[in-house]
C-alpha cells in the first residue's frame, strides 16, 4: 500500500513537472522585478512561466486605443491597460490585446467576431461579470513580452487561447493613486535629453508606467491636439516633453487649455527599437474633461443634467446632433457580450 502511495505521488509528480515544461506554472512577480532593466534599457526578467501582478488599473482602455474590430490601426482592435504596484513597488505593467497578430509574423489574427469575444472577456471579472474600470484593483494573470523598453503582459501575440490573459477583481473602485508630482528636471537633463538610469532609481525608467503629474508647465506645440495626436509641453526652464493624447472623446470636444496649466499622465515608453531603449519617454493622457488648467480627465462630471451629453450645463439641440451622428454606435467588447 505504501509502494502504491509512493507510486501514485510520482505519477502526479510527472504530471506537474510535464506542464511545467511546457509552461503552465505561473509566478507572482512584483512590477519592479517584471520591469528590471539592462544597461541599455532591455527587460531582464526572464522565466518560462507565466506572470501574477496585481495593482491599481489607471486607465480604461477604450480611451487610450480604439478596440473597435477591424480598426484602421496597423494591429486592428487593440485594448490596453496600465497597472500599478502599490505600497514600495515602484513600477507599473501594460496590458494589451491586439487582434492582427498575423502583421508581426504571428501564427495567426483574430476575426472582427473572435476579437470581440476576447475584448469581452478581458473587460470583465470572471467571477463576477463586474465590468472594470480606472481605479480598481485587479489581479492579473498572463504572459509577457518584451516591446520597446517595457514588459508587457500579454498573449505573446498568439491566438491560441492557451495564451489567454486573465484579469479578475481584487476590490472595485479601490481610488486611483495619488499621481507622483514631478518636475522634468527629473526625466530630462541641462540638453533636455532623457535621463536613463538602469538601476530604475531616478530618471524616466523611475516613472514608467506609474500616473505622474507635471505642474506648471506650457503647451508648447498642440498641432497634434486630437485623439491619437501627440502635443509638447515646456516647463519654465525650456524643458520639454511629448504628450500623447489617448482617444478620449475630450479631444474632440475641447480645445486644448492655454497657458500655465498642469498635466496629470501615466509616464510611459515606447523606445525607437527594441535593442536599446533609452528613449522613447512620453506622458500619456487618455482623456481631457475640458476644465482650462489640468490636462487630465478627473472623472468627476459636473451638472447632473440627464441629456447634457456634450456636459455645457445646457441640454439643447448641440446635444441631440451629437447623439444623431454616434446614432447606432456600439462599443465591442462592453455591449453584446452574450450575458
Ligand atoms: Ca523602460
Ligand atoms: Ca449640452
Known amino acids: 500500500m505504501k509502494r502504491m502511495i509512493f507510486s501514485v505521488t510520482a505519477a502526479i509528480f510527472i504530471v506537474f513537472t510535464v506542464s511545467n515544461a511546457i509552461g503552465e506554472t505561473v509566478a507572482k512577480v512584483t512590477h519592479e522585478e517584471l520591469q528590471a532593466v539592462d544597461g541599455d534599457g532591455v527587460c531582464t526578467y526572464e522565466a518560462a512561466d507565466k506572470v501574477i501582478i496585481t495593482g491599481i488599473v489607471?486607465?480604461?482602455?477604450?480611451?487610450?486605443?480604439?478596440?473597435?474590430?477591424?480598426?484602421?490601426?496597423?494591429?486592428?482592435?487593440?485594448?490596453?491597460?496600465?497597472?500599478?504596484?502599490?505600497g514600495n513597488d515602484l513600477a507599473g505593467t501594460a496590458v494589451y490585446l491586439g487582434q492582427y497578430y498575423g502583421r508581426t509574423g504571428a501564427p495567426g489574427s483574430y476575426t472582427d467576431e473572435e476579437f470581440s469575444g476576447e475584448l469581452c472577456a478581458v473587460n470583465r471579472d470572471p467571477n463576477s461579470g463586474?465590468?472594470?474600470?480606472?481605479?480598481?484593483?485587479?489581479?492579473?494573470?498572463?504572459?509577457?513580452?518584451?516591446?520597446?523598453?517595457?514588459l508587457n503582459i500579454n498573449e505573446m501575440h498568439q491566438i491560441d487561447p492557451t495564451y489567454d490573459l486573465k484579469i479578475e477583481l481584487l476590490e472595485p473602485a479601490a481610488g486611483l493613486p495619488q499621481p507622483e508630482v514631478i518636475t522634468l528636471d527629473m526625466v530630462k537633463d541641462g540638453n533636455d535629453n532623457f535621463i536613463f538610469d538602469s538601476n530604475r532609481e531616478t530618471g524616466c525608467e523611475r516613472y514608467q508606467a506609474r500616473l505622474v503629474r507635471v505642474n506648471d508647465i506650457n503647451i508648447s506645440d498642440s498641432n497634434g491636439w486630437g485623439p491619437g495626436g501627440t502635443i509638447e509641453i515646456t516647463d519654465p526652464n525650456g524643458l520639454t516633453f511629448p504628450v500623447k493624447l489617448g482617444v478620449?472623446?475630450?479631444?474632440t470636444r475641447y480645445d486644448y487649455p492655454v497657458g500655465q496649466i498642469d498635466v496629470i499622465a501615466i509616464f510611459d515608453q515606447e523606445a525607437s527599437s527594441n535593442e536599446i531603449c533609452k528613449n522613447g519617454y512620453r506622458l500619456w493622457v487618455v482623456d481631457y474633461d475640458g476644465?482650462?488648467?489640468?490636462?487630465?480627465?478627473?472623472?468627476?462630471?459636473?451638472?447632473?443634467?440627464?441629456?447634457?451629453?456634450?456636459?455645457?450645463?445646457?441640454v439643447n439641440f448641440?446635444?441631440?446632433?451629437?447623439?444623431a451622428d454616434n446614432w447606432l454606435q456600439q462599443r465591442a467588447g462592453l455591449y453584446d457580450c452574450g450575458q
Open 58 to 86: 489607471l486607465n480604461n482602455p477604450e480611451e487610450m486605443l480604439d478596440p473597435t474590430p477591424g480598426a484602421a490601426a496597423f494591429m486592428g482592435g487593440q485594448w490596453q491597460i496600465y497597472v500599478q504596484g502599490e
Open 130 to 150: 463586474y465590468i472594470f474600470a480606472a481605479g480598481d484593483r485587479v489581479k492579473v494573470t498572463g504572459w509577457y513580452k518584451f516591446h520597446k523598453g517595457k
Open 248 to 251: 478620449g472623446d475630450g479631444f
Open 291 to 314: 476644465n482650462g488648467l489640468v490636462l487630465t480627465d478627473r472623472g468627476h462630471e459636473r451638472g447632473n443634467l440627464p441629456g447634457d451629453i456634450n456636459t455645457d450645463y445646457h
Open 318 to 323: 448641440e446635444d441631440f446632433a451629437e447623439l
